[in-house]
């Protein structure tokens, strides 16, 4: 796809999760994975644009969305020790709410056609929709310093309001 390997360019949309901007506590090897495409992602981006690839490199982190992934947390195999920790996850899927795929889809498409976006973060929530991690501001850590201290519901209505100019 490159254009230094004779390629025409294109874009790359890696998957990553909201597991990967917010600590998921019952699932620290995927919130480690989810983390890592996003360093992957930015760090590729960043690279694409200076050795001029003609590739544009982004990622997406939806919330909970309504696939049989969800259902993996019902197994022990999967949860490991942790599964004795899966009603909160359940508690987090009813306050922030699932997505169905098609939202995700629209992610996707709005990526493809909007050829200024590499390196962006897109996230997809059931509150806030389709919107991009900010990271000239240091609003992750606020993010997840209220999130980290609230219940989920609480939390979403604080960051929003922290939001409003
Ligand atoms: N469902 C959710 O709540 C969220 C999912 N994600 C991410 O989205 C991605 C897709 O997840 P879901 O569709 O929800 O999971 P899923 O488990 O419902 O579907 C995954 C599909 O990929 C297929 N698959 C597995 N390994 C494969 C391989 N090596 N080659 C080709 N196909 C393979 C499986 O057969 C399955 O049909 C994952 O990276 C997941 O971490 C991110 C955020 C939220
Ligand atoms: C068992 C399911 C396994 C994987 C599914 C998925 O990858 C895991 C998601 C883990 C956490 C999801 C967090 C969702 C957060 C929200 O929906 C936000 O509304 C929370 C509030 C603020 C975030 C800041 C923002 O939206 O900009």
């Keep these: 796809m490159s254009r ?3 390629g025409n360019g294109g874009v790359i949309i890696n998957v990553s999760s909201m597991a990967g901007l917010m600590p998921a506590p019952q699932q620290p090897v995927y919130t480690a994975t989810k983390c890592g495409v996003i360093g992957f992602t930015r760090a590729m981006a960043e690279t694409s644009k200076r050795e001029n690839y003609g590739v544009r490199i982004n990622t997406m982190c939806p919330a909970f969305v309504n696939t049989p992934i969800l259902k993996t947390i019902d197994e022990e195999e999967n949860m490991g020790k942790y599964f004795k920790d899966r009603d909160a996850i359940r508690k987090m899927m009813s306050n922030f709410g699932i997505l169905e795929p098609a939202a995700v889809a629209d992610g996707l498409m ?4 909007d050829e200024t976006l590499n390196g962006a973060v897109m996230k997809i929530t059931k509150t806030k929709g ?5 990271y ?3 609003y ?4 997840q ?3 980290m201290r ?3 519901e609480e939390a979403n209505e604080e960051v929003t309001e922290s939001r409003k100019c």
């Design 4 to 6: 230094a390997c004779g």
């Design 110 to 113: 709005k990526i493809i056609e």
């Design 130 to 134: 389709i919107h991009f991690e900010d």
């Design 136 to 138: 000239a501001t240091g």
């Design 140 to 143: 992750l850590q606020e993010v």
């Design 145 to 147: 310093e209220v999130v």
């Design 150 to 152: 609230k219940d989920p």
